[in-house]
């Protein structure tokens, strides 16, 4: 079945770096859109960054444009997600999702993993 599981985050001083890695299972990564998303403590889930099957094509959230990059490795079956510059605004939970179509609507998308914590403090 699918299966999403996400990795890397933790504990980190503004300014800092994090890979967030989703390990898929039980599907091909490259025949899917797939995007990441956060959720703060009492805020709505909101779309991070996502990138379209096959070719590639990639979208950002304004609040992250610059500073977060999204990739895959399709020999590893991982999608990532490459955080610099970061802000305790980016202190959330993320989670990685297969969508239908590249957008940060999250309702478009099907399948979710668990989540990683990111928190960003000094």
């Known amino acids: 079945q699918v299966q999403l599981v996400e990795s890397g985050g933790g504990l980190v001083q503004p300014g800092g770096s994090l890979r967030l890695s989703c390990a898929a299972s039980?599907?091909?990564?490259?025949?899917?859109?797939m995007g990441w998303f956060r959720q703060a403590p009492g805020k709505e889930r909101e779309g991070v960054s996502c990138?379209?099957?096959?070719?590639?094509?990639?979208y950002y959230a304004d609040s992250v444009k610059g500073r977060f990059t999204i990739s895959r490795d399709n020999a590893k079956n991982t999608l990532y997600l490459q955080m610099n510059s970061l802000t305790p605004e980016d202190t959330a939970v993320y989670y990685c999702?297969?969508?239908?179509?590249?957008?940060?609507?999250?309702?478009?998308?099907?399948?979710w993993g668990q989540g990683t914590q990111v928190t960003v403090s000094s």
């Open positions: 999702a297969t969508g239908r179509n590249c957008g940060l609507n999250p309702h478009e998308y099907d399948y």
């Open positions: 039980g599907f091909t990564l490259d025949y899917y859109t």
């Open positions: 990138i379209s099957k096959s070719r590639g094509w990639t």
